[in-house]
């Protein structure tokens, strides 16, 4: 079957403007997570979604940065007025209940590029 | 202190040989831990994941945990060519599973 796929897989914007990436899980997974991951480094948690609703968003690091799910499937992450240091691949993974030990399968990622 | 420390590498072992990957961690009542495999220019695939002190073997790799003194390893026998990658450890809270904290990884170089 399909498996998690992300949109667009580059992106190249400039300071200051608003960007917005997409996340389609796998069919049938409750459980939606979005972690950055920069060059040489192991991915950063973001934020975790539980169906709707956003359980966990201690890992977004400003208010600059937002995430939504609203009908539990397709997610999208928002970043406004974006920086340099915003530049990273976004990952996008997904688990079917989120127990936590169920295998969190990943997307391909976003490369976000702020110039 | 991070979370999840793992020595960059790389790592490089011949054709055959077991490569030991090694991982500790900061908070003691960590609940479940994972190794990640990660090629170049890929996302991260879910190779283990192990939760009581011991070792836990699938295929040609095995996971050992040892809780008392935080560490997580991963050994990998007769290694291929085609295991060359970095290797990611993650740890998650026991108050908060489903946060799960990633080490920086170690590069593994597996020579014909």
């Known amino acids: 079957g399909a498996g998690v796929s992300q949109t667009p897989s580059n992106k190249v914007t400039e300071k200051g403007k608003y960007v917005e990436l997409r996340c389609d899980p796998i069919?049938?997974?409750?459980?939606l997570y979005w972690y950055r991951q920069s060059l040489g480094q192991g991915p950063e948690f973001l934020i975790y979604?539980?169906?709707?609703?956003?359980?966990?968003d201690s890992g977004l690091p400003n208010d600059r940065f937002f995430a939504v799910r609203p009908e539990g499937s397709v997610s999208t992450l928002k970043i406004q007025r974006t920086e340099r240091g915003d530049s990273a691949v976004y990952l996008c993974?997904?688990?079917?209940?989120?127990?936590?030990?169920?295998?969190?399968?990943f997307g391909p990622g976003t490369r976000l590029t702020v110039l | 202190q991070k979370e999840v420390e793992q020595n960059s590498g790389p790592l490089s072992v011949p054709e055959g040989a077991i490569a030991s990957l090694n991982c500790t961690y900061s908070d003691r009542v960590s609940q479940s831990f994972f190794w990640y495999r990660q090629y170049s220019g890929k996302s991260p695939e879910l190779i283990m994941s192990?939760?009581?002190?011991g070792d836990k073997e699938d295929g040609r790799f095995t996971a050992q945990l040892n809780k008392a003194s935080q560490y997580v390893s991963l050994l990998i026998r007769d290694s291929q060519p085609s295991d060359s990658a970095t290797y990611l450890c993650a740890v998650t809270p026991r108050y908060n599973f489903n946060k799960f904290y990633f080490g920086s990884g170690t590069k593994l170089n597996v020579k014909p």
């Open positions: 993974a997904s688990s079917l209940d989120g127990t936590g030990t169920d295998t969190q399968y």
């Open positions: 192990i939760y009581s002190n």
């Open positions: 979604f539980q169906g709707t609703g956003a359980a966990d």
């Open positions: 069919s049938g997974h409750t459980a």
